[in-house]
């Protein structure tokens, strides 16, 4: 389950950006990169998790 906001979308980069607070499991971390802990963004109080999401199929439907 995952749930986030679409904040940014780059066509050139064929990337969705998503965020929110605690809301993916770290399993669809990419394996590449791993997880971060950091500082929430806004509030500058921590832990929060940072990292990009394995890529999944494209379904043309």
Sequence with gaps: MF???PVSLD???NTLTFWHCG???YSLA???TGAEIGVHP???????MNF????FPV???
Excluded at 42 to 47: A, S, T, V
Excluded at 52 to 55: H, I, L, Q, V
Aim: with cysteine; hydrophobic share 25%.
């Design 3 to 5: 749930f986030g906001d």
């Design 11 to 13: 066509e050139e980069e």
């Design 23 to 25: 809301a993916a499991a």
């Design 30 to 32: 990419r394996k590449d």
């Design 42 to 48: 806004n509030r500058k109080i921590g832990p929060a």
């Design 52 to 55: 990009g999401c394995e890529k």
């Design 59 to 61: 379904y043309n439907y």
